[in-house]
């Protein structure tokens, strides 16, 4: 018990994309002395403030965030990167006598980042690499096959138009025969540095968390997603951001084979399809408390419902009406 006591609180908030799970954890963090960390695999890159959903400075509520907009969209982000930089982000904001708020919907990030999870080195062939990346611009969607054949559970992780994860899952298997899945669950676990709590926004009715994605995309067009994606084109099939739902899907609108509406139905389409995958990623989480945004009391409702939950486990506790963390604890 003492050596559980000496370790992070830490409260985190999950949930499928449009669930409303960013706006929660930064009024969460403001009441509470908090920071956000995101748990967001593709709102790490600069430069896609809008296709990734990346929060403006009003929707921060003047809570300081991290891990947001800060990597050239040419750069690889391993779940192993992620542990890392989260890990030095949550350290850093309990040494400061602050709570680290956990906030996204990229399962693995969470839960390889609460049970401390780290990674054994996988090997690498820069040759086959070029290779693989080479065939996924010419066809991602024969090159996902390919791997869907070699390792199905691998497959099902990973978006078709996530080449970057598709190439290294792919990469793994023909050098040492193993899939990729296998050899991720082979991941030394450690004792995690943290005592967490995590909460999840949930939905009765599905449809009303797809209403949301499909306005959430029409205000992403509004804002001016098209401008910032042909950004990425003009610079080449090898950046990150067309691998991005809201990215591919209007490359056929660029070259003139399909109209506007089309793409704007394709983006919904695939963001609903990933939203469906994150739930049921998160049904399997142990431990999750289930909040439902679909019942009445709005963000009023939700907020308290966290705290009391955080309370219960043992997470808010720790913070001091001053901000500073108990000398006895």
């Known amino acids: 018990m003492e050596q559980e006591e000496k370790k992070i609180p830490v409260a985190v908030v999950a949930g499928p994309t449009a669930s409303g799970k960013t706006a929660l954890a930064a009024a969460f963090a403001k009441a509470h002395n908090g920071e956000v960390v995101s748990a967001d695999s593709m709102q790490v ?23 947001i907009g800060f990597l050239s969209p040419e750069r690889a982000f391993s779940v192993a990167d992620y542990v890392e930089a989260a890990g030095a982000c949550i350290a850093d904001i309990h040494r400061r006598g602050k709570l680290p708020v956990v906030a996204g ?8 980042l609460l049970h401390g999870v780290r ?9 086959l690499r070029q290779e693989l990346s080479r065939r996924a611009e010419e066809s991602p969607q024969a090159l996902w096959e390919e791997l869907r054949q070699a390792d199905p559970e691998a497959a099902a992780a ?11 899952a792919l990469e793994v298997y023909r050098l040492t ?20 709590a995590i909460v999840g926004l949930g939905f009765h009715d599905r449809e009303a968390l797809y209403g949301r994605i499909n306005r959430r995309v029409d205000v992403m067009l509004e804002k001016g997603l098209l ?66 945004v679909d019942e009445p009391g709005g963000m009023e409702r939700l907020l308290a419902q966290a705290e009391a939950i955080f309370r219960q486990e043992g997470i808010l506790p720790w ?3 001053d ?6 604890r």
Not at 105 to 112: C, H, M, N, Q, V
Not at 160 to 168: E, L
Not at 179 to 193: G, Y
Not at 323 to 328: A, L, V
Request: net charge positive.
């Open 177 to 196: 025969g193993v899939p990729f899945s296998v050899q991720s669950r082979q991941a030394v676990p450690e004792d995690s540095p943290y005592r967490w």
């Open 119 to 127: 990674f054994a080195q996988m090997p690498e062939d820069s040759a």
């Open 319 to 321: 913070v001091k009406e």
């Open 158 to 168: 990973i978006h078709p138009n996530n080449r970057k994860r598709v190439v290294r």
């Open 105 to 112: 919907g990229t399962g693995l990030y969470i839960r390889s």
């Open 45 to 67: 890159y600069a430069g896609m403030p809008i296709g990734t959903a990346q929060p403006e400075e009003s929707e921060k509520l003047g809570v300081p965030h991290h891990l």
């Open 323 to 328: 901000g500073t963390w108990p000398e006895n």
């Open 227 to 292: 401008e910032e994606a042909q950004g990425f084109f003009q610079k080449g099939p090898g950046a990150t951001a067309v691998q991005a739902i809201g990215y591919k899907e209007l490359a056929p609108y660029f070259r003139g084979e399909i109209p506007l509406e089309a793409a704007a139905e394709n983006i919904r389409r695939e963001t609903r399809r990933y939203a469906k995958r994150q739930l049921t990623w998160f049904r399997r989480e142990e431990g999750l408390h289930w909040l439902y």
